[in-house]
């Protein structure tokens, strides 16, 4: 009974707004989506924006479990304060972007969690590394320039060990820690 109050008042809300309640294709706004991950380095604390994400979303509000996501994150495009610290990134005991330039996250299904809250199922690929990845977001409904318009929420912790960023003296924890937060704040248009 949730579920459907939750599916009836998101449908409610998107007809109110003239959002066609059925499929539809959305591609990111690059200009006003940001992608960063956060991590420390002994106790300080350092982020960096990946600049150069396409992504591609096959949603259908009323359908929540049928949605698809496909994400490219170009790695060499990461944007940092620091010439010394973006080297270090994109050498191969990191992120080796002359190995491995994009990382990818690709879903197939998604759930309805809340109101505008929803969880997709994929998996996230990093260097040569493919692992299973639930991710959570919130959607919201907006209008963008007067077009309609999703903005897309999420923070999610990941082990970047997991995925062989670390190598060598990287793969020691004590200074930098395995956990990275990636915080995602991106919107999409319908095409």
């Not at 300080?44 to 396409?54: I, K, L």
């Not at 912790?157 to 003296?169: A, D, K, N, S």
Request: aromatic fraction near 12%; hydrophobic fraction near 40%; charged fraction near 20%.
């Amino acid at each position: 009974m949730r579920t459907f109050m939750n599916r009836a008042l998101l449908g409610a809300a998107l007809l109110i707004i003239g959002l066609p309640v059925h499929a539809a294709m959305w591609k990111l706004d690059p200009h006003m989506s940001t992608v960063v991950f956060k991590y420390n380095y002994g106790s300080d604390e350092y982020q960096g924006t990946f600049s150069n994400v396409v992504a591609n979303f096959d949603i259908d509000p009323m359908r929540p479990g049928s949605c698809k996501f496909d994400v490219t994150i170009n790695i060499e495009d990461i944007d940092v304060d620091s010439p010394e610290v973006l080297d270090y990134l994109l050498d191969y005991e990191l992120f080796d972007v002359d190995t491995w330039p994009t990382a990818t996250f690709q879903a197939e299904s998604c759930r309805l969690t809340g109101v505008t809250s929803f969880e997709s199922d994929g998996t996230l690929t990093i260097r040569d590394q493919t692992h299973p990845l639930t991710f959570p977001f919130d959607l919201n409904i907006e209008t963008c320039d007067g077009q309609v318009c999703f903005r897309l929420t999420s923070e999610v912790t990941l082990l970047r060990l997991q995925y062989g960023v670390g190598q060598g003296y990287w793969a020691n924890t004590a200074e930098v820690p395995n956990e990275v937060e990636v915080v995602v704040d991106v919107y999409a248009t319908q095409q």
